[in-house]
């Protein structure tokens, strides 16, 4: 059984549609499964057609900043005509993680904005160039 970091809670496997009622389809998670608290929601999505989690479970700030740093740095690969793999290896380089540890769905806080500012400033620097 997982216990919550936020609150001591239970941690349970719910399938995607008891959080996004009929939204779920619409969203394209109608088969998709979610780890989430029962008593202060905190939870993480799974990976598309599995039941392992995306990361580690998180409030509603942190799952919004997890977003907003997820479309900074896709917007910045893309832009940057790099492959989804090369991304996530200057990430784990630029971030001094292990590749293994280098995925938005595990940071906190702090890590989500320093990404976000690694990739601003790399824009930055190629827009003076």
């Given at each position: 059984?997982k216990i919550c970091?936020?609150c001591?809670?239970?941690i349970?496997?719910?399938?995607a549609s008891?959080?996004?009622?009929?939204s779920?389809?619409?969203?394209?998670m109608?088969?998709?499964?979610l780890?989430q608290?029962?008593n202060?929601?905190a939870?993480?999505?799974?990976?598309?057609?599995?039941?392992?989690?995306?990361g580690?479970?998180?409030?509603?700030?942190?799952?919004?900043?997890?977003?907003?740093?997820?479309?900074?740095?896709?917007?910045?690969w893309?832009a940057?005509?790099m492959s989804r793999t090369?991304?996530?290896?200057?990430?784990s380089?630029?971030?001094?993680?292990?590749e293994?540890?280098?995925?938005?769905?595990?940071?906190e806080?702090?890590q989500c904005?320093?990404?976000?500012?690694?990739?601003?400033?790399?824009?930055k620097?190629?827009v003076?160039s």
């Amino acid at each position: 059984m997982k216990i919550c970091r936020y609150c001591g809670g239970v941690i349970r496997l719910v399938p995607a549609s008891s959080i996004y009622g009929e939204s779920a389809e619409r969203l394209g998670m109608k088969e998709e499964w979610l780890y989430q608290c029962q008593n202060c929601n905190a939870r993480v999505g799974c990976h598309k057609g599995t039941k392992r989690p995306l990361g580690n479970v998180a409030n509603e700030v942190l799952r919004l900043k997890r977003m907003e740093t997820h479309q900074v740095f896709d917007k910045f690969w893309r832009a940057k005509r790099m492959s989804r793999t090369k991304a996530y290896r200057w990430l784990s380089e630029q971030m001094e993680l292990p590749e293994s540890k280098a995925h938005i769905g595990g940071f906190e806080m702090e890590q989500c904005q320093r990404l976000i500012e690694l990739c601003r400033k790399e824009q930055k620097t190629e827009v003076a160039s």
